[in-house]
Protein backbone atom coordinates (compact mmCIF):
# COMPACT_ATOMS: atom_id res chain seq x y z
CA UNK A 1 0.00 0.00 0.00
CA UNK A 2 3.09 2.27 1.09
CA UNK A 3 4.16 1.57 -2.63
CA UNK A 4 1.27 2.66 -4.56
CA UNK A 5 0.92 5.85 -2.49
CA UNK A 6 4.51 6.22 -3.17
CA UNK A 7 4.66 5.23 -6.76
CA UNK A 8 1.57 8.33 -6.72
CA UNK A 9 3.39 10.72 -5.40
CA UNK A 10 6.38 10.37 -7.60
CA UNK A 11 4.11 10.43 -10.47
CA UNK A 12 2.95 13.45 -9.33
CA UNK A 13 6.07 15.11 -8.49
CA UNK A 14 7.93 13.73 -12.06
CA UNK A 15 5.84 16.26 -13.95
CA UNK A 16 7.91 18.64 -15.30
CA UNK A 17 6.43 22.69 -13.78
CA UNK A 18 5.17 23.72 -17.46
CA UNK A 19 3.10 20.51 -18.37
CA UNK A 20 -0.56 21.86 -17.88
CA UNK A 21 -1.65 19.40 -14.99
CA UNK A 22 -5.08 18.89 -14.03
CA UNK A 23 -6.17 18.17 -10.89
CA UNK A 24 -9.75 16.72 -9.35
CA UNK A 25 -11.71 19.19 -7.66
CA UNK A 26 -14.52 16.75 -6.75
CA UNK A 27 -16.51 13.83 -8.19
CA UNK A 28 -16.72 9.94 -7.62
CA UNK A 29 -16.22 6.58 -8.02
CA UNK A 30 -19.07 3.99 -7.72
CA UNK A 31 -19.71 0.31 -8.27
CA UNK A 32 -22.91 -1.74 -9.15
CA UNK A 33 -23.31 -5.40 -8.90
CA UNK A 34 -26.63 -7.18 -10.01
CA UNK A 35 -27.21 -10.27 -8.20
CA UNK A 36 -30.58 -12.69 -7.89
CA UNK A 37 -30.92 -12.64 -4.26
CA UNK A 38 -29.91 -8.74 -3.66
CA UNK A 39 -27.85 -5.68 -5.39
CA UNK A 40 -25.00 -3.94 -4.15
CA UNK A 41 -23.93 -0.65 -4.73
CA UNK A 42 -21.58 1.71 -3.04
CA UNK A 43 -20.19 5.41 -3.61
CA UNK A 44 -16.99 6.71 -2.87
CA UNK A 45 -16.58 10.52 -3.30
CA UNK A 46 -12.73 10.35 -1.85
CA UNK A 47 -10.98 10.37 -4.99
CA UNK A 48 -7.75 11.58 -6.14
CA UNK A 49 -7.07 11.68 -9.71
CA UNK A 50 -4.81 13.96 -12.05
CA UNK A 51 -4.42 14.23 -15.96
CA UNK A 52 -1.59 15.35 -17.46
CA UNK A 53 -2.43 17.17 -20.66
CA UNK A 54 1.30 17.66 -22.47
CA UNK A 55 2.02 13.36 -21.92
CA UNK A 56 -1.46 12.46 -21.57
CA UNK A 57 -0.73 10.40 -18.61
CA UNK A 58 -4.11 9.65 -16.40
CA UNK A 59 -3.74 8.29 -12.94
CA UNK A 60 -6.88 7.83 -10.08
CA UNK A 61 -6.31 6.31 -6.60
CA UNK A 62 -9.60 5.78 -4.22
CA UNK A 63 -8.96 4.54 -0.60
CA UNK A 64 -10.97 1.56 -0.35
CA UNK A 65 -12.44 2.06 3.18
CA UNK A 66 -13.92 4.89 1.24
CA UNK A 67 -17.19 3.40 -0.19
CA UNK A 68 -19.79 3.77 1.48
CA UNK A 69 -23.04 1.25 1.51
CA UNK A 70 -26.80 1.84 2.28
CA UNK A 71 -26.55 -1.22 4.57
CA UNK A 72 -23.29 -1.04 7.40
CA UNK A 73 -22.99 -5.22 7.01
CA UNK A 74 -22.64 -4.55 3.06
CA UNK A 75 -19.68 -2.04 4.01
CA UNK A 76 -17.89 -4.36 6.51
CA UNK A 77 -18.21 -7.63 4.84
CA UNK A 78 -16.76 -5.71 1.73
CA UNK A 79 -13.79 -4.31 3.43
CA UNK A 80 -13.22 -7.43 5.47
CA UNK A 81 -14.23 -10.12 3.61
CA UNK A 82 -13.80 -9.19 0.18
CA UNK A 83 -11.50 -6.27 -0.26
CA UNK A 84 -9.67 -6.99 2.66
CA UNK A 85 -9.48 -3.34 3.24
CA UNK A 86 -6.54 -3.66 6.04
CA UNK A 87 -4.26 -5.24 3.55
CA UNK A 88 -4.85 -3.61 0.04
CA UNK A 89 -5.82 -0.21 1.13
CA UNK A 90 -6.08 1.98 -2.11
CA UNK A 91 -7.34 0.55 -5.75
CA UNK A 92 -4.82 2.27 -8.34
CA UNK A 93 -5.09 3.03 -12.16
CA UNK A 94 -2.48 3.94 -13.86
CA UNK A 95 -2.48 5.23 -17.72
CA UNK A 96 -2.29 6.88 -20.60
CA UNK A 97 -4.90 8.33 -22.72
CA UNK A 98 -3.91 6.94 -26.20
CA UNK A 99 -6.50 8.96 -28.63
CA UNK A 100 -4.80 12.53 -29.68
CA UNK A 101 -6.74 15.18 -27.48
CA UNK A 102 -6.39 19.02 -27.91
CA UNK A 103 -6.59 20.09 -24.54
CA UNK A 104 -6.91 23.77 -25.04
CA UNK A 105 -10.00 22.99 -27.35
CA UNK A 106 -13.59 23.02 -25.51
CA UNK A 107 -15.57 19.83 -26.90
CA UNK A 108 -16.71 16.41 -26.45
CA UNK A 109 -14.38 13.45 -26.92
CA UNK A 110 -14.63 9.11 -26.80
CA UNK A 111 -11.28 8.31 -25.60
CA UNK A 112 -9.53 5.12 -24.16
CA UNK A 113 -7.35 4.90 -21.92
CA UNK A 114 -4.41 1.84 -22.00
CA UNK A 115 -2.84 1.02 -18.70
CA UNK A 116 -2.61 -1.04 -14.94
CA UNK A 117 -5.45 -0.99 -12.51
CA UNK A 118 -4.58 -2.31 -9.83
CA UNK A 119 -7.49 -3.38 -6.94
CA UNK A 120 -6.53 -6.27 -4.28
CA UNK A 121 -3.04 -5.92 -4.66
CA UNK A 122 -3.22 -7.50 -8.21
CA UNK A 123 -2.68 -4.90 -11.17
CA UNK A 124 -4.26 -5.48 -14.60
CA UNK A 125 -3.44 -4.27 -17.85
CA UNK A 126 -7.15 -2.24 -18.97
CA UNK A 127 -8.33 -0.35 -22.03
CA UNK A 128 -11.02 1.74 -20.74
CA UNK A 129 -13.20 4.13 -22.96
CA UNK A 130 -14.56 7.07 -21.40
CA UNK A 131 -15.98 10.51 -22.42
CA UNK A 132 -13.72 13.42 -21.73
CA UNK A 133 -15.38 17.06 -21.69
CA UNK A 134 -13.24 20.36 -21.61
CA UNK A 135 -15.06 23.50 -21.25
CA UNK A 136 -13.79 27.02 -20.24
CA UNK A 137 -10.68 25.11 -19.07
CA UNK A 138 -12.32 22.80 -17.00
CA UNK A 139 -12.33 18.42 -17.60
CA UNK A 140 -15.13 16.25 -16.83
CA UNK A 141 -14.23 12.49 -17.21
CA UNK A 142 -16.82 10.00 -17.17
CA UNK A 143 -16.52 6.07 -17.93
CA UNK A 144 -17.99 2.73 -16.63
CA UNK A 145 -16.22 -0.48 -16.69
CA UNK A 146 -16.81 -4.05 -15.88
CA UNK A 147 -14.22 -5.15 -13.13
CA UNK A 148 -13.98 -9.64 -12.97
CA UNK A 149 -13.82 -10.15 -9.29
CA UNK A 150 -11.51 -13.39 -10.13
CA UNK A 151 -9.08 -11.14 -12.37
CA UNK A 152 -7.91 -9.46 -8.94
CA UNK A 153 -8.40 -12.85 -6.63
CA UNK A 154 -11.01 -11.52 -5.08
CA UNK A 155 -12.84 -14.19 -3.49
CA UNK A 156 -16.76 -14.80 -2.65
CA UNK A 157 -17.00 -17.45 -0.23
CA UNK A 158 -19.57 -20.51 -1.44
CA UNK A 159 -22.17 -19.50 0.86
CA UNK A 160 -22.98 -16.52 -0.74
CA UNK A 161 -22.11 -17.18 -4.16
CA UNK A 162 -25.23 -16.54 -5.30
CA UNK A 163 -25.87 -12.64 -3.07
CA UNK A 164 -22.65 -11.67 -5.14
CA UNK A 165 -22.29 -11.35 -9.28
CA UNK A 166 -18.94 -12.37 -10.84
CA UNK A 167 -18.33 -8.85 -11.82
CA UNK A 168 -19.34 -5.24 -10.79
CA UNK A 169 -19.88 -2.64 -13.07
CA UNK A 170 -17.61 0.37 -11.82
CA UNK A 171 -18.73 4.00 -12.96
CA UNK A 172 -16.62 7.20 -12.76
CA UNK A 173 -17.27 10.95 -12.97
CA UNK A 174 -15.01 13.22 -12.06
CA UNK A 175 -14.37 16.96 -12.37
CA UNK A 176 -10.78 18.54 -12.99
CA UNK A 177 -9.25 21.94 -13.02
CA UNK A 178 -5.55 22.74 -13.91
CA UNK A 179 -3.47 22.94 -11.45
Known amino acids: MIKKIILFIAFI ?11 ATDGEISFFSE ?21 AEVAFIV ?4 FKFEKPLMEEHFNENY ?3 HKYKVSVFKGKIINEIDFTKD ?5 TAKGTLDIHGVTVEREIKGTLTISNGKINLTTAFDVL ?9 KIVVKNIAEFVKVI ?8
Open 35 to 55: APVENISAVNKDVKALINAKN
Open 63 to 66: TNVG
Open 149 to 157: LKDHKIKIP
Open 83 to 85: MES
Open 107 to 111: GTYEV
Open 172 to 179: LNINFEQK
Open 13 to 23: HTINAYTQIYK
